[in-house]
């Protein structure tokens, strides 16, 4: 399994965080670069993070799920009762369309794989600590940092001290 390990000098010590990674795959699901453009010049694209969308079903607006793909709305052709596997279940046959214009949508889909974190372990100075203080303890290293980089900057440009603060 691939990992990755990260250290930072901070003022109270070696902070190092190592992460191992594994990769996942599927068959078919969403095609994250997915961009249309339809009949009527609205533009269409996959979104990373999920966002509340419309669910219609017989021509009203029934309810909102999370969805991917905020200019367009789930429309529900058919919902009905399933014993295929002997195990009952509501199957539903749907499709999706532009919010505006209503013209028929199908994002595109695919198989796909991406790397998520497996395991996380984060030492200062070789002792183990949470992850929750090895994200304190860094993002205070950045914000020290920061202010350092904004302090020689406002140096060469001959500000005072105070004007970084």
């Not at 339809?38 to 533009?43: E, I, K």
């Not at 395991?119 to 002792?127: C, I, M, P, R, S």
Request: with cysteine; proline share 7%.
């Amino acid at each position: 399994m691939p990992s990755a390990t990260a250290t930072v000098a901070t003022p109270t010590g070696e902070l190092r965080c190592e992460r191992t990674l594994e990769e996942v795959h599927w068959e078919d699901g969403p095609v994250e670069t997915w961009q249309h453009t339809d009949d009527h010049g609205h533009a269409h694209a996959y979104q990373q993070q999920a966002v509340p969308g419309e669910v219609w079903r017989k021509g009203k607006r029934r309810h909102d799920r999370t969805t991917h793909y905020p200019t367009l709305r789930l429309v529900i052709d058919r919902r009905y009762r399933c014993n295929c596997t002997g195990d009952p279940h509501w199957v539903e046959t749907s499709h999706y369309e532009c919010t505006q214009c209503r013209q028929a949508i199908e994002p595109a889909h695919g198989p796909g794989c991406t790397m998520i974190p497996t395991y996380e372990a984060w030492t200062l100075d070789g002792q183990p600590i949470t992850r929750e203080r090895g994200h304190e303890l860094l993002q205070a290293a950045l914000a020290e940092r920061q202010h350092q980089a904004h302090t020689e900057v406002a140096a060469r440009l001959g500000y005072p001290e105070e004007f970084t603060r």
